[in-house]
């Protein structure tokens, strides 16, 4: 199984959508979640931390259930500018060291 | 923009060269990371390096060989790479990638350079 897991998409949707991704991972010992957003041939851009009682950046929203390992991203009121894929991280600790796992992505497509 | 830069950004080689990427960061960060993204593939981490020691070397294989001579610099070294080594190498940075400090800590990452192993 891998360490985490997102559907790769793509989601296409109109301007004006809300879409929701969804992410699951398999260590029960994490404890830090991000999202991450990467442009198409840029580098990957901290889009904001997941907080365990849930949290809110303009229109994007982030949840975390950790019963069920499982971590969302919505966006309210898409706009062009969201079209990226959206990676879901997860921190993992070995070796006493802390280390993000990544997500392989969502494809997010926004369109007019 | 975020303070990491890399050089070259792209970069064509044969199987038989020697290349070196380069990474610097601006942010008086302590750790440094490589990372590998291949097409469809989460990013993998490769190296790690903390106030300059190496703390993670995720079995990569022996023809990739990072160098870090101080906290602001990293780099990866290559030699006699295969073509399935083709992809976008990208270095990151974050404040400390030590035990137990600073669970919610943001890596920076560079604009990466795009091997191409022919």
């Known amino acids: 199984r891998k360490e985490v897991e997102q559907d790769p998409g793509p989601f296409n949707v109109p301007e004006g959508a809300t879409v929701a991704f969804n992410c699951t991972y398999s260590?029960?010992?994490?404890?830090?979640f991000f999202w991450y957003r990467q442009d198409c041939r840029k580098e990957p851009k901290l889009l904001m931390s997941?907080?365990?009682s849930g949290n809110e950046d303009g229109r994007f929203t982030a949840q975390l259930n950790r019963a069920s390992q499982y971590i969302s991203l919505l966006i309210r009121d898409s706009k062009l500018s969201d079209s990226a894929t959206y990676l879901c991280?997860?921190?993992?600790?070995?070796?006493?060291?802390?280390?993000?796992?990544f997500g392989a992505g969502t494809r997010l497509a926004v369109h007019p | 923009e975020t303070g990491v830069t890399q050089t070259p950004r792209h970069l064509v080689m044969g199987m038989t060269n020697k290349k070196s990427l380069k990474c610097e960061q601006h942010l008086g960060h302590n750790a440094m990371y490589w990372y590998k993204q291949s097409a469809k593939k989460p990013l993998e981490l490769m190296f790690v390096?903390?106030?300059?020691?190496?703390?993670e070397n995720n079995s990569v294989p022996s023809r990739f060989s990072p160098e870090c001579p101080n906290s602001s610099h990293l780099f990866l070294h290559l030699h006699t790479l295969q073509p399935e080594d083709s992809a976008l190498y990208l270095c990151?940075?974050?404040?400390?990638?030590?035990?137990?400090?600073?669970?919610?800590?943001?890596?920076?990452f560079g604009p990466g350079t795009r091997l191409l192993v022919l």
């Open positions: 260590n029960s010992a994490s404890q830090s």
């Open positions: 990151a940075s974050s404040q400390n990638a030590g035990r137990g400090l600073a669970l919610q800590e943001t890596q920076y």
């Open positions: 991280v997860v921190n993992s600790r070995a070796g006493g060291y802390n280390k993000l796992i």
């Open positions: 390096y903390n106030f300059k020691e190496q703390t």
């Open positions: 997941v907080y365990s």
